[in-house]
């Protein structure tokens, strides 16, 4: 098992790439790791609940549905 920390500077102002992170993330969980989400510059946007329920990129569930995976797993958020 490994700590596997996921990073992204991407918000609101690209939808698909902000939510790779929290993709990942999950994604990790199913394979037994422990990972960690690190959001800078504009995905610390992400933290306002107004701004992730608006947020859905291209290919993947919403912003809104991923982060409730995130805490429901108790995913480590750095800002």
Same mark, same amino acid.
């Given at each position: 098992m490994a700590t596997i920390?996921? *990073?992204t500077s991407h918000?609101?102002?690209d939808? *698909?790439?902000g939510s790779?992170?929290?993709v990942s993330a999950i994604g990790a969980i199913e394979a037994g790791h422990q990972p960690q989400i690190g959001l800078l510059a504009e995905a610390t946007y992400f933290m306002k609940d107004d701004i992730v329920?608006?947020?859905h990129g291209v290919g993947w569930p919403p912003l809104e549905e991923l982060w409730s995976k995130v805490i429901e797993h108790e995913v480590p958020v750095y800002v």
């Open positions: 920390l996921y *990073t918000g609101s102002d939808p *698909t790439r790779i992170p929290f329920e608006h947020v």
